[in-house]
């Protein structure tokens, strides 16, 4: 697994924690009404959950798993998903801080993200130059399809 899904896929499990443990502490103040003020934690656990850990999650497993380019730059040009991972995050924690325009921010920060993982990843969405050229795709006999299954 590259460096990189390792990074989102961490952050995502770190996220559905947060997520999860704000709003049991929302629920329980439901029940009980301990602590009014936990209300305030609500968009945390929305952004946790949506964006930080069920988002994340899905691109920390397409960046490894999408198709490949070739032996030498396999994933094209990884500053792009880069970008996503630090963007991402960034606006996750922007949006949450409590002043005009920063919920904002985030949001546009987390759309920016998304984007440069479209870009970045768009061209791994081809079949691989190898298995075009195998004989499993050649439309030929059963033997064929036996010889080259060790391919993608
Ligand atoms: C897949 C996981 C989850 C998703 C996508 C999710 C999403 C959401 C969303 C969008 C809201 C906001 C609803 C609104 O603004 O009206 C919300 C509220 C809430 N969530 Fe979650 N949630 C998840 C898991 C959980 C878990 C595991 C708990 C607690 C154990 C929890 C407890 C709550 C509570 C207490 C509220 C406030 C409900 C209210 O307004 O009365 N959520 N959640």
Do not use: C
């Amino acid at each position: 697994m590259p460096r990189l899904s390792r990074y989102f896929l961490r952050a995502s499990l770190l996220y559905m924690l947060l997520g999860f443990t704000v709003g049991s502490l929302i629920l329980m103040q439901k029940a009980i009404a301990f602590a009014p003020s936990l209300w305030a934690w609500l968009p945390v656990h929305v952004e946790s959950v949506f964006i930080g850990w069920m988002t994340q999650f899905a691109l920390g497993i397409a960046f490894w798993i999408l198709p490949r380019l070739g032996p030498t730059r396999p994933r094209g040009n990884e500053i792009w998903s880069w970008g996503t991972f630090l963007l991402l995050n960034a606006g996750i924690w922007i949006g949450w801080i409590p002043v005009k325009g920063a919920a904002f921010l985030g949001r546009l920060m987390e759309s920016m993200a998304i984007l440069l993982f479209f870009l970045g990843n768009w061209p791994r969405l081809y079949p691989s130059p190898w298995a075009r050229n195998s004989p499993r795709n050649a439309k030929n006999t059963n033997a064929s399809v036996h010889q080259d299954s060790s391919v993608n």
